[in-house]
């Protein structure tokens, strides 16, 4: 979607679980058969797309800042969300690649908007049209400086969108 707004696009995708690099299929059942994020599967579709890959390593991070502190959470009985923590863990990634790109903004696929609103130029976060696949409660906890570099592409799209236009290009 970016290519097609005249973008420089590059890459970058966060590896967080070893386990999920697999050629196994997510869900045999489906019709629709999801592959696991494997590497190599990745490599080819960027290329193909003449799109720069890049692969930034946080399983550590993962590790230490989501299973670990969700272990202890349910250890202690207090709420935990990690799929939260998950996808600042990711956004910190991609926050920090975009100084070392040397790039001006960077994107993900969440289903939310953002607004640039007041003199500040402020960056609020909005939910998505469609409440099903609404996601700003995912990156809910991304902090002025990170809102202010990203772009959500998805934000007015629906899914049905999405696949439309990626089956066109």
């Known amino acids: 979607l970016l290519k097609l707004q005249n ?7 966060v590896l967080i679980d070893q386990s999920e690099y697999s050629d196994n299929l997510v869900n045999k ?10 590497k190599k599967v990745l490599e080819s579709i960027f290329s193909e797309l003449s799109i720069p890959l890049y692969f930034v390593d946080m399983k550590e991070n993962f590790q230490e800042m989501v299973v670990n ?11 935990h969300a ?8 990711k956004i910190l990634a991609l926050f920090e690649k975009l100084g070392k790109l ?9 289903y939310a908007k953002l607004r640039k609103s007041g003199q500040q130029g402020l960056v609020s976060l909005y939910r998505h049209n469609d ?7 995912l990156i809910a906890n991304i902090d002025q400086t990170i809102l202010s570099k990203l772009l959500l592409p998805l934000g007015d ?3 049905e969108k999405v696949v439309s236009i990626v089956k066109e290009h």
């Open 102 to 110: 040397q790039a001006d903004y960077f994107a993900t696929g969440h």
């Open 69 to 79: 502190n969700a272990i202890l959470a349910n250890f202690m009985k207090e709420f």
């Open 157 to 159: 799209l629906s899914r």
């Open 29 to 38: 059942d489906s019709t629709h058969c999801l592959l696991k994020n494997d």
């Open 7 to 13: 973008f420089e696009v590059n890459a970058i995708h």
């Open 131 to 137: 409440i099903v696949i609404d996601q700003h409660k």
């Open 82 to 89: 990690p799929c939260l923590q998950c996808n600042k863990i």
